[in-house]
């Protein structure tokens, strides 16, 4: 061992650290073992490079990873990635069943989830531990209606920069109405909540509701429910203006989604409507968006080159491909959940995707490179988000029975379907991705899985009481509460087996 050693310290540091960078867990653990000495490298370099070189963006987890080593991250994600190659996790409502059916909207920062149904917010803090367990906390549930005015359902929602602090929110509401919402935390009996400051922003005419919002960069856009785009140049800060600038275009289409990517070489938006050419992507300009579209993303993989005779399909979702995805972790990447129940995910760098026809009078027609669905359950799909192991996963959330599909886009025809707890009838109607949990809601109650490592009753909310719900109703039956449950019973399938569902 002592001759082992001695042979190696002989190495340049730099050579000893590009060796490092090519061990896996497993590599790295068994050196860390062989003395003394090579603990201490692996320690000091080997985990913090492991984890450089292998992200796992996860927001839920972000003030946890501050306070843990790099072997802890490491240890976290190597066992997180585990449970997803197993389909092993913890099914957890957040909160009791909500009264009525709402069409709730999720949104995410580092510090909080903000769950969106009907006029309400619930939001739900996260905790930085010094464990592998990070934990998740209703802090509080803000009524944004209390004078009952008609039509206030909120129908977007996103977070705004405003230099970290993770409580300025933008809200678009049904009344054609948007306002920024600024979380002020205050302590009342001893417990820390949230209170709130409300200001309306002139910036988004009320001339119809806004359907999605997306913030990329320096740069927010917004797209209304007939098709109305806007793109402005200077997210809300504060209590200041919605934008210095902003650029509008008529889409001309029932409009549902709308994805912006500030990041990529050629910034760009995509947009999700019903019609002819479903989804499509505008340019991103220095001062405003271009007026027409460089490139058609179309749902099949041939098509007549006149746009009169192709399909009319609707795009409800879009994300970024995974970061693990095996054509690259390109912002220019993107997976789409259409009306059909396909998942589609297009390259935008991809010349070999570009559909016969002279483009140079018009947009570029570009064909999928790859389409996944659930062969056994053809949904509409409602939502899309990608992460989860090896950041390699799409999830999917469809238009029935709250039934959550998942891939691993590196074996796409291994994926498998979930019904989220209390299996309501109700589609899933947003879905956000981490590493280790899946953050979905449908029109009943907000819902996790969590393939961390151990989680513990006191990781989640608790359920003895229920949340104040948006309009009056109850608990649905099948979705029973008792007293240190963990996990909820689910009935989860894999897509290339013949037999039955089984209950996880």
């Known amino acids: 061992m002592d001759h082992q050693q001695s042979t190696i310290s002989v190495l340049p540091t730099d050579i000893l650290l590009l060796i490092l960078s090519t061990l896996n867990v497993q590599g790295l653990a068994s050196l860390s073992q062989t003395c003394r000495w090579m ?11 492991y984890a450089r ?3 796992r963006p996860s927001h839920s987890i972000s003030n946890s990873r501050n306070i843990w080593t790099p072997r802890e991250q490491v240890r976290y994600d190597y066992l997180t990635d585990r449970s997803w190659s197993k389909t092993d996790f913890v099914a957890r409502p957040l909160s009791r069943t ?10 995410i920062s580092n510090s909080r989830l903000i769950v969106a149904a009907g006029s309400t917010l619930f939001s739900y803090a996260f905790c ?9 906390t209703l802090e509080a549930t803000l009524l944004l209606n209390e004078q009952h005015v008609r039509g206030r359902n909120i129908t977007s929602i996103t977070f705004l920069e405003d230099g ?3 409580q300025t929110l933008l809200v678009a509401y049904q009344e054609q109405l948007v306002e920024v919402i600024h979380l002020v935390p205050v302590v009342q009996n001893g417990k820390h909540t949230l209170t709130f400051r409300r200001k309306h922003q002139p910036a988004f005419p009320r001339d119809d509701y806004i359907e999605s919002f997306s913030a990329s960069g320096q740069y927010l856009l917004s797209l209304s429910s007939n098709g109305t785009a806007r793109l402005l140049s200077q997210a809300v800060r504060g209590s200041s203006s919605a934008a210095s600038s902003s650029s509008t275009i008529e889409l001309g289409e029932r409009s549902w989604r709308c994805h912006l990517s500030a990041d990529a070489s050629t910034p760009f938006a995509a947009f999700g409507t019903s019609g002819k050419t479903p989804l499509t992507i505008y340019s991103v300009l220095p001062d405003r968006l271009s007026p027409t579209p460089h490139t058609i993303l179309h749902a099949q993989k041939t098509t007549p080159t006149s746009t009169d005779s192709l399909p009319s399909l609707a795009v409800y979702g879009i994300a970024r491909a995974p970061l693990a995805s095996p ?8 997976v789409s959940g259409w009306f059909d129940g396909q998942v589609r995910i297009y390259d935008l760098r991809s010349s070999n995707s570009v559909i016969n026809g002279d483009s140079s009078s018009g947009p570029t027609f570009l064909k999928p490179v790859m389409s996944i ?3 056994w359950l053809q949904e509409p799909i409602y939502a899309v988000a990608c992460g989860g192991g090896s950041a390699a996963h799409i999830a999917a959330g469809t238009a029935r029975h709250s039934v959550v599909s998942f891939w691993d886009v590196r074996s796409p025809k291994t994926g498998w379907s979930v019904h989220a707890p209390g299996n309501d009838r109700s589609p899933v109607f947003s879905v956000i991705l981490e590493s280790s949990r899946f953050f979905g809601a449908t029109e009943s109650r907000p819902f996790v899985y969590d393939f961390g490592p151990n989680p513990t009753l006191e990781t989640y909310p608790p ?8 309009t009056r109703g109850g608990d649905r039956e099948g979705l029973k509460y008792k007293p240190g449950l963990v996990t909820y019973r689910v009935v989860k399938y894999h897509h290339a087996s013949s037999g039955l569902p089984s209950e996880h």
């Open 39 to 49: 603990h201490e490298l692996v320690s000091e370099f080997g985990w913090t490079a």
């Open 53 to 55: 070189l292998h992200p």
């Open 98 to 107: 909500w009264g009525g059916k709402q069409s709730p909207n999720l949104a």
């Open 128 to 136: 930085g531990t010094p464990n592998n367990n990070p934990s998740i």
């Open 164 to 166: 970290g602090l993770d």
């Open 327 to 334: 054509m690259g972790s390109s912002p220019q990447i993107l």
């Open 373 to 375: 669905n659930d062969r």
């Open 463 to 470: 359920l003895a009481a229920p949340a104040p719900p948006p």
